[in-house]
């Protein structure tokens, strides 16, 4: 493969350079393990107080409130499973319809173990409506968790309204903030968050390493029990190679949070130039929305054909999240939306990051109307 | 790992004052030793001192202790803390002054300080023939089974 | 820190310079997300069946038996969940007194959910008694879960034979072998066992990766719910470049098991000489032993003391395992064998490597006497 164009960094990003580099000398010389009791593994264990560090910084929380997991989908299994075991006698839950798979298919798995759970719906746009969760909330509801930023649309939620909701009720408030975090600011300080989700490899850092944030004083349950590692909340020998890389990404993604705006152009750019192809439709809420994101439905063509033809280009693009792309199901998100099935099936997301460059949109955009055409040209729906 | 700082590491590896007093038979200077801990708690400090009579003053302090880094770092600290000065003075010195001589210690290993302070409590009472005052409340879960402390009698001491 | 002597590999082992250079192209330029529906994200699946091959091939295995996880805590958990999930109607669980904390910690929690616990006991070489086995297990057993061997002793237990018996009861047998894996040989083929554990940073890969061997046809059920990963049975974006490694690891392993007896003959050295130091004895089984480890009681002094001597030197050894090294009581492995409390608290694991050369044993041989000389000298408890 040689040149890549990269427009899939909802999916997983690359990994920063200075990222690599951070990680290198706790691959090779610095092996210790943290707990050991000898200096050598001290020093490592000094790595992971400073990764700490920086994950706190990035979220505006304390680094006694940051602990490391294995990815997105651990953290979010553990803080719904914390949530319910904190108040056991609470079996009402609320989350949304477009909600990771991670989050879904394990409110599907209470709702077998005598939970009852009420799914948000969103509407055209993927908004939510504050409302329907007034009105389902309840004094027994123990959790509601909801997504900052929706993967497929990039629509951003009213999460701190959501928040303020859930307290009132005494409902645990977790957020999957997984797509969120590195570009959106974020402050745990002042926010109605008592349990919130990142993953390293959203925000440049590797693949396998994610971080929940617990506020202080809540009653936490670990998911994995064993040794006392993060302070007794998730045992296990530490990803220690990771976890300075998501340190390290935290602190580039706070620096680089100022020049999201760039990213945003191109975005925009490449939007406007995609919409511009006949029989097109933006999916999703134009205002509140992930910068980096578009998805947008090419009509009466279907999503897995319009993937490969981008592939031959080496543009990379996704249907749905990665994580559901082994089902041949369309996105429930865009069903959640209630789309028309014309657009269903033929809808691509195009996701940005820093690295993204004038000429990559530039080659979308020469590239895709021919693609499309092609495809339409081989449909029996081609509305001409 | 945890977290020692310069002087509990250098105290641990340079003791001051380790080993026992002979007693010099001289006039007017006692020696005395007072003992806590146990092999099977893993942890034991015997204090010895050498008191001058009339002034009521610790001469010279020695420690021999089975323990941890920080159990013979608070020993040692203790010995030098409590050279020179009177009993009475002696038996206001705390835990937290002999951690805050070593720079702090880590919160899980202050108890490893309690029993400076209490060794020095036996060695004077035993000098002075007083019974040591059993604190009933300290019969409650042994949560450092290295020592011998229960929580209770740490809640007490520390906190 | 200049020149390290590590003699902690039972804590955790040096990457291998070789896995590093397999892990690197999974740092850099292959970021892509296995499960993307694009070439660039394909060549990474690619990458991660091949490591599933590899370590499939460690054990004796067969591909689809491999589930990669975060770490040998995860596999852990997640083995003795399954184990509990698939015979919901039976309510008795064994294990051993000598479990690692992430076995023992999660018995207990199960405990206080209405499961009855054997622990089984261990004589005083640290061995099982496989009549105590028998006499405990009954129709009602869920679960007999063992340790392939011991972390800190080293001592190996007779899995095959306790297999046998939790198969007569239909009972479900899982093993943790992640102290086994890369220094014994190991064949599922002919196994026993249905759920096996391994981590990776125990065998020359990074910390922060493991795998759990899954007998085909075993119902299964996932820990961590989400996507389709890992065919469904444990959800998250994997960490890529830790399979990777792992996987590389998994075959260097096989290569150097061949040289074991290397390692063995410099334990053995080591442990003669460390055996000539007065008041000094071996924990643990001589025969039935990993060859890598030796575990030895320094009488009349305190582990910890020992530990930070040695330090000094850069000698890198430990007491008890790493992952209780945060707690302060004395090893409940060694208190589970009887040993008196002379011994107890001044025992000293040194665990061995292929990495390990001659002149790391003569350091150790040389400072150790006084090291123990200068601490008795210390003690009010020295025998003179
Ligand atoms: C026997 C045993 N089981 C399980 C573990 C836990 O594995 P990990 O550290 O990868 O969580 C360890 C090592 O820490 C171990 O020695
Ligand atoms: C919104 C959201 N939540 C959770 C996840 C899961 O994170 P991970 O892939 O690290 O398990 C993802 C990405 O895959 C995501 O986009
Ligand atoms: S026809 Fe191929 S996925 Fe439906
Ligand atoms: S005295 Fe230091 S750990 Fe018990």
Same mark, same amino acid.
């Given at each position: 493969m040689s040149a890549v164009i990269y427009l899939d960094n909802n999916a997983t990003t690359q990994v920063d350079p200075e990222v690599v580099a951070a990680i290198l000398p706790y691959l090779t010389q610095y092996y210790g393990n943290p707990s050991s009791m000898h200096s050598f593994g001290g020093q490592v264990g000094?790595?992971?107080?400073?990764?700490?560090?920086?994950?706190?910084?990035?979220? /505006?929380?304390?680094?006694?409130?940051?602990?490391?997991?294995?990815? /997105?989908?651990?953290?979010?299994?553990?803080?719904?499973?914390?949530?319910?075991?904190?108040?056991?006698?609470?079996?009402h839950l609320i989350t949304t319809q477009v909600e990771h798979a991670c989050v879904l298919n394990l409110f599907k798995q209470l709702e077998k173990q005598g939970y009852t759970v009420t799914y948000l719906s969103v509407n055209r746009k993927g908004q939510l409506d504050l409302m329907e969760l007034e009105a389902a909330i309840t004094g027994s509801t123990a959790l509601v968790s909801t997504m900052y930023a929706n993967n497929e649309t990039g629509t951003v939620f009213p999460v701190e309204q959501a928040g303020a909701i859930a307290k009132e009720y005494g409902a645990t408030f977790h957020v999957d903030a997984v797509q969120v975090a590195g570009k959106l600011p974020l402050n745990m300080k002042t926010s109605t968050i008592d349990l919130m989700t990142i993953s390293g490899h959203k925000l440049h850092a590797p693949k396998g390493v994610g971080a929940l944030f617990v506020r202080r004083g809540f009653r936490f349950r670990p998911l994995l029990v064993g040794g006392h590692q993060e302070r007794g909340r998730r045992a296990g020998t530490e990803n220690v190679a990771g976890i300075?890389?998501? /340190?390290?990404?935290? #602190?580039?993604?706070?620096?680089?949070?100022?020049?999201?705006?760039?990213?945003?152009?191109?975005?925009?750019?490449?939007?406007?130039?995609?919409?511009?192809?006949?029989?097109? #439709?933006?999916?999703?809420?134009?205002?509140?929305?992930?910068?980096?994101?578009?998805?947008? /439905?090419?009509?009466?063509?279907?999503?897995?054909?319009?993937?490969?033809?981008?592939?031959?280009?080496?543009?990379c693009a996704s249907s749905g999240s990665a994580c559901t792309s082994g089902s041949l199901e369309p996105s429930h998100v865009l069903r959640a939306m209630g789309l028309p099935y014309t657009i269903l099936h033929g809808s691509i997301r195009f996701s940005l990051s820093r690295n993204t460059t004038e000429s990559d949109i530039d080659l979308v955009l020469e590239v895709m109307p021919g693609i499309v055409e092609r495809l339409r040209a081989l449909s029996p729906f081609n509305n001409d | =790992?945890?977290?020692?700082?310069? &002087?509990?590491?250098?105290?641990?590896?340079?003791? &001051?004052?380790?080993?026992?007093?002979?007693?010099?038979?001289? +006039?007017?200077?006692?020696?005395? *030793?007072? @003992?806590?801990?146990?092999?099977?708690?893993?942890?034991?400090?015997?204090?010895?001192?050498?008191?001058?009579?009339?002034?009521?003053?610790?001469?010279?302090?020695?420690? !021999?202790? *089975?323990?941890?880094?920080?159990?013979?770092?608070?020993?040692? +600290?203790?010995?030098?803390?409590? &050279?020179?000065?009177?009993?009475?003075?002696?038996?206001?010195?705390?835990?937290?002054?002999?951690?805050?001589?070593?720079?702090?210690?880590?919160?899980? &290993? =202050?108890?490893?300080?309690? =029993?400076? !302070?209490?060794?020095? @409590?036996?060695?004077?009472?035993?000098?002075?023939?007083?019974?040591? @005052?059993?604190? @009933?409340?300290?019969?409650g879960a042994l949560i450092c089974s290295c020592f011998g402390v229960s929580e209770n009698r740490i809640r007490r001491v520390v906190i």
């Open positions: 000094k790595a992971l107080k400073q990764a700490r560090n920086q994950v706190a910084s990035l979220l /505006g929380a304390e680094e006694s409130e940051i602990i490391f997991t294995s990815c /997105g989908t651990e953290g979010n299994n553990t803080a719904i499973r914390a949530a319910i075991a904190a108040q056991p006698d609470r079996k300075v890389g998501l /340190g390290k990404a935290a #602190e580039l993604a706070q620096l680089h949070l100022a020049d999201v705006a760039t990213e945003k152009k191109l975005r925009d750019r490449l939007e406007k130039g995609l919409l511009a192809i006949s029989d097109t #439709e933006l999916n999703g809420d134009r205002k509140n929305r992930l910068p980096n994101t578009t998805n947008i /439905g090419f009509k009466y063509i279907e999503g897995e054909a319009i993937l490969l033809s981008l592939d031959q280009y080496g543009i | =790992m945890w977290d020692y700082t310069e &002087k509990v590491l250098d105290l641990f590896y340079n003791p &001051k004052n380790q080993g026992a007093i002979e007693d010099p038979s001289e +006039a007017g200077v006692a020696v005395v *030793f007072g @003992e806590v801990g146990s092999i099977a708690c893993g942890d034991a400090l015997r204090l010895h001192l050498k008191i001058e009579v009339e002034a009521d003053r610790i001469l010279d302090a020695r420690f !021999q202790t *089975f323990g941890c880094t920080s159990a013979i770092a608070s020993s040692s +600290a203790l010995t030098e803390i409590i &050279k020179g000065i009177t009993l009475d003075e002696a038996l206001n010195v705390s835990n937290r002054d002999i951690a805050n001589y070593l720079g702090g210690l880590p919160e899980e &290993k =202050m108890h490893c300080s309690v =029993m400076g !302070q209490e060794a020095l @409590e036996a060695a004077i009472y035993k000098y002075r023939g007083i019974e040591v @005052e059993h604190h @009933e409340e300290d019969d």
